[in-house]
C-alpha cells in the first residue's frame, strides 16, 4: 500500500541519480524513468485510488510535492546542461584548415597610377582632383583654345549642354588649382576623361589621364625636363633613352612631346613604333602666360610648366598591351595576369 516511505525512498533515488547526470541524453532518461506518463511518480498517482479517505490528503499532498520537486529540479538542470553539454553546442574542429577567401586585386589602371603618383610625390608634387563635368570655359577657354578650336567640336566632345561638357583632358583641374591657390603649386591631377571617338583598339570614350602643373618664380624648361626624364627612368626603367619634340598646345608655349625608346624592338623599328624606334609618352610646355592671365597669376613675376599623360597609354606601353578595351571589358584572364 502507498505511503509516504515509498514517496520518500523515490524522492532520494531520483535526487542521488540526478547527481550523476552531466549529459541532456542521460537527463531525458531520467525523465521518462520518473516523470513521463508511464514513469515512476505516474505509478504512484495511479496507487492512490487505494489508499483509505483518512489517509488519501496527507498522501496526495505528498505526492503532488514529490512531482514538483522533481519538475524544478529537473529543469534546472536542464536549463544548466543546455549552456555546458558539449553534444549540444556547435562541434567546432580547431585543427580544421580555414575558409579560404578569394581576395580581389587593384586593377591594372589604378596600380599604375599608384606608381605614377608615389613617382611624383617623391618629386615634390602634391595630389589634386577635379570634377568629371566641367565647364566649357575651365575645358577650353581659360586654356587658351580659341572659340572656333576645332577640339570643341561635338565630334569630340560630349556636351551636356551649351556650357558644360564631360571634360575632355585633365588640364581644366590646372584652372581649378590655380585660382584657388596662390603660387608655388606643385601638383598631379588625375582622373578620368571622355571623347566623342570611335572605339578601337587604340582609342576608347573613356581613359584616364594624369596632369602635371608646376609654377613658381623662375621655373625653366630645363626643370620641365629634368622632372620628366626622372619620372620616366623610374616608371620605364633607368636604361631608357628619350628625345623631346617640339609640338602644339594652345595653353603651352613653347610645347613638346616626349618619346622613349619602343620597349619591343628597343628603337629598331617595328610594328608597334610604326618603324620609328619611338613612342610618344606625354604632352608638356611652359604654361602659356594667357593661361596666367585667365586665373590672375602675374605672367611677368611667375613662370611654370604643364603635362598630361594617358594613364591607359602609359600602361600599354609598360606592359605591352595592344588593345585598350581590355582595360575596361572586365575579363578575369586579362586582369589577373598583372
Ligand atoms: N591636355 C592634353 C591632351 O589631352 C595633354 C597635355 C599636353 C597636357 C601638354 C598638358 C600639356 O598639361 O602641357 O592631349
Known sequence: ?????????IRVNFENELKSVDKLQLLEDLRIKYLSRNGQISALFEQLKDVSKEEKPLIGKSLNDLRNVAANLFSDLKAKLETTDTNKLPKIDLTLPGNKYAIGSKHILTQTLDEIKSIFKGLGFSVNEGPELESDYNNFGALNFAPDHPARDMQDTFFISKDF???????PVQIRVME???????????????????????????????EGLYVDTDVTFTELKGTLVSFAKQFYGSDLKYRFRPSFFPFTEPSAEMDITCYICKGKGCKICKHSGWLEILGCGMV????????DYDPEKVSGYAFGMGIERTAMLKYGITDIRAFFENDFRFLKQF
Open 180 to 210: 584657388n591657390n596662390k603660387p608655388p603649386v606643385r601638383v598631379i591631377m588625375p582622373g578620368r576623361v571622355y571623347r566623342n571617338e570611335a572605339v578601337s583598339s587604340r582609342s576608347y570614350c573613356m581613359f584616364h589621364q594624369v
Open 288 to 295: 602659356d602666360p594667357n593661361v596666367f592671365g585667365f586665373v
Open 1 to 9: 500500500m502507498l505511503n509516504n516511505k515509498i514517496i520518500e525512498n
Open 165 to 171: 561638357l564631360l571634360r575632355t583632358h585633365t588640364s
